[in-house]
């Protein structure tokens, strides 16, 4: 099983898989369906292999989390372990000082306990992270890089969820300063013809990997999320 036959059609957009211990940017725009794409990669990818992951979510809980992913028709895999803030809140009672450093310690320490069996994380979102924490971008960055790297030589692949604060479009080829961190950037965004809307996807970047560069129609259906060339 590969990463990119997760979701119908995206095997398409790619000649070859999303490489292993690669750190995956997904960004876009509110409503671009980040945190489907991503949840929809990682539980049907998992349902199919004899490995294990976990889904970090800072900005719903679990059970929100579970019916906004089931309203799309995107089902859960039972070895993907979905952690949500209010974990944390439990065990620490409110949010510490270090957040990053408390975040990457229970991420190496679930990977840890789940042996070379887990393989996969994704952080949802980046947005979230960085509104509870009270460090200088610069410095930031240098520890974002550092925690990631930690990921990579744990053999894990990351997705990162981050929401851009303006609706992404085909024309604009602007990414974000985390676009460094990343091995592969992929674009969800909305993009208006008229009086008709369509979400689509664009794989911007992907290090070692061969794929399209051309933006993809991304659309919602009873049985999940679904990538078709389409006409823009």
């Not at 590969?2 to 790619?14: P, Q, Y």
């Not at 794409?37 to 900005?59: A, P, R, W």
């Not at 013809?193 to 979400?199: L, M, Q, Y």
Request: a negative charge; one cysteine or more.
């Amino acid at each position: 099983m590969r990463f990119v036959d997760t979701i119908h059609g995206l095997n398409e957009a790619f000649e070859t898989d999303i490489p292993r211990n690669s750190v995956v940017l997904v960004t876009g725009a509110a409503g671009t369906l980040k945190s489907g794409f991503t949840f929809q990669v990682l539980s049907n990818y998992l349902n199919n292999v004899d490995e294990y992951g976990l889904y970090i979510t800072l900005e719903q809980s679990e059970e929100n989390h579970l019916k906004n992913m089931q309203s799309m028709g995107i089902n859960l895999s039972k070895k993907l372990h979905i952690s949500d803030f209010s974990d944390y809140r439990v065990m620490y009672g409110d949010f510490p000082d270090d957040l990053l450093n408390l975040l990457e310690q229970n991420i190496l320490e679930f990977k840890r306990n789940t042996g070379e069996k887990c393989t996969c994380l994704a952080i949802d979102s980046l947005g979230a992270l960085y509104s509870l924490l009270d460090i200088e971008p610069r410095e930031l960055r240098k520890r974002m890089y550092r925690m990631l790297e930690s990921f990579r030589r744990e053999n894990l692949t990351t997705f990162l969820i981050l929401e851009e604060g303006k609706a992404s479009d085909i024309n604009d080829s602007s990414t974000g300063a985390e676009g460094y961190l990343a091995d592969g950037i992929i674009e969800l965004g909305l993009h208006l013809k008229g009086n008709v809307a369509n979400r689509y996807m664009r794989i911007r970047k992907m290090r070692a990997a061969s794929h399209s560069m051309e933006p993809w129609i991304l659309t919602v259906s009873d049985s999940g999320l679904k990538v078709y060339k389409g006409n823009f």
